[in-house]
């Protein structure tokens, strides 16, 4: 047992990169003489040629101690703006620091001891004007085409955010929600509109040379570090990039969010409530599987099972995926 305990611990967590063009699963390895026994292993060795093997300084289990002790500090302090995760590329904790100019020191200082990364946001573009649309006041006569990434104005607020992704409630089919940022909505002034819906749920692509629109199959979890992921905007629109970290904290004056998908994606303000999603297969890029919502600035998304999780516990009501064919 001792002897398989320190052979599993020899690997020290993976993620996917792309290394001279070629794709590959890098496994951190903390001791490099049992890499030709991990490869002489029958369930391994017909996927070595896909393999990678990367040095790495700290153990997988210390890397959790040390983010379970820096969650803890997190919840206890509260610092303003940071998103807390695993960063298996670099084999450490990271520290992303949204607001440069908010004073964190007392913070930074009490988690040192267990020496996270720290990483200072670049300064965000200049916000745009944001100009409301003058629609006719008798809303029941407007027939609006919503899609995953068009911009939604809260007159309360008077700010701008994303549409996510169109869902239904399983047992009313007849029941119809867009699944987007909490702030885009004006609990005290709930309108019903009649949309216009089509037979699968449908994002919007601006690239209108390569497609006009991707058709969500199906809607899944991600599991893996270094995984490419896309999201919808309305202010950046269609950008994308990898996954950095699962299971992040986010951490501000209003709480804090968990379970958070941390990616390296370009996003502004306005982009809260896209729909963040990955291509199914090189053979069709029209077919994308859905992941989450971009909730903040850092390229954050909250995963759909846990969207759909806290919506039933707090309201009851049982939502899936409006997806092709449904």
Same mark, same amino acid.
């Given at each position: 047992?001792?002897?398989?305990?320190?052979?599993?611990?020899?690997?020290?967590?993976?993620?996917?990169?792309?290394?001279?063009?070629?794709?590959?699963?890098?496994?951190?390895?903390?001791?490099?003489?049992?890499?030709?026994?991990?490869?002489?292993?029958?369930?391994?060795?017909?996927?070595?040629?896909?393999?990678?093997?990367?040095?790495?300084?700290?153990?997988?289990?210390?890397?959790?101690?040390?983010?379970?002790?820096?969650?803890?500090?997190?919840?206890?302090?509260?610092?303003?703006?940071?998103?807390?995760?695993?960063?298996?590329?670099?084999?450490?904790?990271?520290?992303?620091?949204?607001?440069?100019?908010?004073?964190?020191?007392?913070?930074?200082?009490?988690?040192?001891?267990?020496?996270?990364?720290?990483?200072?946001?670049?300064?965000?573009?200049?916000?745009?004007?944001? *100009?409301?649309?003058? +629609?006719?006041?008798?809303?029941? %006569?407007? @027939?609006?085409?919503?899609? !995953? /990434?068009?911009?939604?104005?809260?007159?309360?607020?008077?700010?701008?955010?994303?549409?996510?992704?169109?869902?239904?409630?399983?047992?009313?089919?007849?029941?119809?929600?867009?699944?987007?940022?909490?702030?885009?909505?004006?609990?005290?002034?709930?309108?019903?509109?009649?949309?216009?819906?089509?037979?699968?749920?449908?994002?919007?692509?601006?690239?209108?040379?390569?497609?006009?629109?991707?058709?969500?199959?199906?809607?899944?979890?991600?599991?893996?570090?270094?995984?490419?992921?896309?999201?919808?905007?309305?202010?950046?629109?269609?950008?994308?990039?990898?996954?950095?970290?699962?299971?992040?904290?986010?951490?501000?004056?209003?709480? *804090?969010?968990?379970? +958070?998908?941390?990616?390296?994606? %370009?996003? @502004?303000?306005?982009?809260? !409530? /896209?729909?963040?999603?990955?291509?199914?297969?090189?053979?069709?890029?029209?077919?994308?599987?859905?992941?989450?919502?971009?909730?903040?600035?850092?390229?954050?998304?909250?995963?759909?099972?846990?969207?759909?999780?806290?919506?039933?516990?707090?309201?009851?009501?049982?939502?899936?995926?409006?997806?092709?064919?449904?």
């Amino acid at each position: 047992m001792r002897d398989e305990n320190e052979f599993i611990s020899s690997f020290e967590g993976t993620y996917i990169d792309l290394i001279e063009d070629e794709l590959y699963l890098v496994v951190n390895t903390v001791k490099d003489s049992k890499v030709d026994e991990l490869l002489a292993l029958p369930q391994i060795n017909s996927y070595k040629d896909f393999l990678h093997f990367e040095k790495a300084n700290n153990s997988i289990s210390q890397i959790y101690l040390n983010f379970g002790e820096i969650i803890h500090i997190t919840q206890s302090m509260r610092p303003q703006g940071v998103i807390v995760y695993i960063d298996m590329s670099i084999n450490n904790n990271v520290l992303y620091i949204l607001h440069s100019e908010i004073d964190n020191t007392e913070f930074i200082n009490a988690v040192e001891p267990f020496n996270p990364s720290i990483i200072y946001e670049d300064p965000p573009p200049a916000p745009q004007n944001i *100009i409301q649309s003058q +629609l006719n006041d008798d809303f029941n %006569s407007v @027939e609006l085409r919503i899609l !995953g /990434g068009d911009g939604l104005y809260n007159n309360e607020t008077e700010s701008i955010c994303s549409v996510g992704f169109w869902t239904r409630d399983k047992y009313n089919q007849n029941e119809l929600y867009i699944i987007t940022a909490g702030h885009c909505m004006d609990e005290e002034n709930v309108q019903k509109y009649n949309f216009f819906f089509m037979n699968h749920g449908i994002l919007r692509y601006p690239n209108a040379h390569i497609l006009d629109q991707l058709i969500i199959s199906d809607g899944v979890p991600v599991y893996s570090h270094g995984v490419h992921m896309c999201k919808s905007g309305s202010t950046s629109h269609f950008t994308c990039g990898h996954v950095l970290g699962l299971n992040g904290i986010y951490s501000s004056r209003e709480g *804090i969010a968990y379970e +958070l998908i941390i990616t390296d994606m %370009s996003a @502004e303000t306005g982009d809260s !409530g /896209g729909s963040v999603i990955s291509f199914v297969s090189p053979q069709d890029l029209n077919l994308v599987a859905a992941h989450g919502i971009h909730i903040l600035r850092g390229a954050c998304a909250q995963p759909i099972d846990t969207i759909f999780r806290v919506i039933k516990e707090n309201t009851e009501r049982e939502l899936t995926l409006y997806q092709r064919g449904s």
